[in-house]
């Protein structure tokens, strides 16, 4: 089977396998706890922290360990909004985008329906682009927060994460990114970003571990309240184990990044080109050059993409009709809709997420593609 569905879901990498299988094992101290056996344990995960921070150009103190993406957004939307609420004595107001992962979008309404945040959601073009003058525009006096996604689960886009931060820097408004699909694929040092959003399950790092990190002059209202781990920032003891194979891998995918991102990008274009002649209702969606170099997603008018999914496993190959997170609701993507994409043609969508190691011939699995769509177009 060829999985081409990265962007939902990867493989550990055995290397991150490795550095957690000690604290799965003899190395089970609570890292809190003032005794030997958890000093050791205290000290890996203040070697992770630091790791993790040496990538993403912050301070290890910046770097808070999160069950995964959903609450590192969470934490920085919610934390972020709510502790400007607390400090100023009114709601506030956020900005982010239409094409948000749902983990962002639903902290935004979560903020307006329960603290009287206003929340703009603004327009992107055609290609899924966020401009630096409709994030100025966007703009007001009360605004609080700014949350973008740097590259787009569904589409790929990939945003210009330093021309936006230079909008909100000189006006002190706090940015954050949502870099999930960014990682390992573009730069995360350097972007600008006060608060970023990673996930362990995108970069080689188990499920159930991610990283806000955040700029300690951004105050931040924590959502777990207990034991004041993190800084007290994010009550709970740690994932010692997540947390040492998230920094091994991050550090990995940094690496690899560049070579690994051209030598996708190259196998991505003949995939494109060769869907494209092989099937006409095929139409890439998102940005043609400013994408992820894993990532392509087509719509396939007037064949349901659900189906062309089943025709594509049963051919070995499996892909995924956008968003793992919208998947078995018959809804059309949100992302594609705000992108002025009908919501008939939206439903035939289909993402091919291809992995840092890909290095296959990537013209059998456009032939497989166009003998998908022709299966289910001729019943
Ligand atoms: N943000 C983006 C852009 C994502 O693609 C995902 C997961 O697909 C998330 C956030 C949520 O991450 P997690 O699965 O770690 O909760």
New binding site residues.
Partial sequence: MLYLDH???GPVRAEAREAMSPFLGDRFGNPSSHHTIGEDVAQALEDARRRVAGVLGMRPGDVIFT???????NLAIKGIAVAALLRRGRPGHVVTTAI??E??LSSAEYLQRVHGVAVTHVAVDGDGLLSPTALTDALRDDTVLVSV?Y???EIGTVQDAAALTAVTAPRRIPFHL?A??AAGWLPLAGTGADAL?L????IGAP?GI?VLAIRGRVPLEPLLHGGGQERDRRSGTQNVAGAVGFAVALELAERERTDAAARATALRDVFVRRVCELVPEASLTGHPTRRLPGTASFTFAGVSGEAILLELERRGVVSSSG???AAGSDEPSHVLVALGVAPEVAQTSVRFSFGHHFSGDPAPIADAVAASVAAVRSR
């Fill in positions: 962007a939902a879901s069950s995964g993406a959903t609450e590192a957004n948000e992962h983990s962002v996604g590259a787009n689960n949502d999930v699909q959003s996930a362990g399950h995108k499920q991610g968003s793992a997170c």
